[in-house]
Nanobody, 116 residues
Framework: QVQLVESGGGSVQPGGSLRLSCAAS??????????MAWYRQAPGNQRELVAS???????NYGDSVKGRFTISRDNDKKTMYLQMNSLKPEDTAVYYC????????WGQGTQVTVSS
């Protein structure tokens, strides 16, 4: 029932920045209770957890993005964000958002391409 819509992807050079957004079609109360996460999947690879944020704002990051990415959320807007700085070619992937355990219906994702 919950619809997740990712946006904000694009093509950037190494070292560039992007800000991804994830909008959810759910009540603010329900959304605020969910631990959420950003995932990514590159061609030929499994979907991997990039960053997560709990219902109370505690965050965790994958080792490959720690120090470069920042996850945040705005419960009133039912939106989650991923600020990506110092992007590397290895960050190229389709980025998805979901509940931290991946139990919601996956959206279309948003493509991030980092190349010279």
């Amino acid at each position: 029932q919950v619809q997740l819509v990712e946006s904000g992807g694009g093509s950037v050079q190494p070292g560039g920045s992007l800000r991804l957004s994830c909008a959810a079609s759910e009540s603010t109360v329900f959304f605020s209770m969910l631990s959420m996460a950003w995932y990514r999947q590159a061609p030929g690879n499994q979907r991997e957890l990039v960053a997560s944020i709990s219902s109370v704002g505690s965050t965790n990051y994958g080792d490959s993005v720690k120090g470069r990415f920042t996850i945040s959320r705005d419960n009133d807007k039912k939106t989650m964000y991923l600020q990506m700085n110092s992007l590397k070619p290895e960050d190229t992937a389709v980025y998805y958002c979901n509940q931290v355990e991946g139990k919601l219906k996956w959206g279309q994702g948003t493509q991030v391409t980092v190349s010279s």
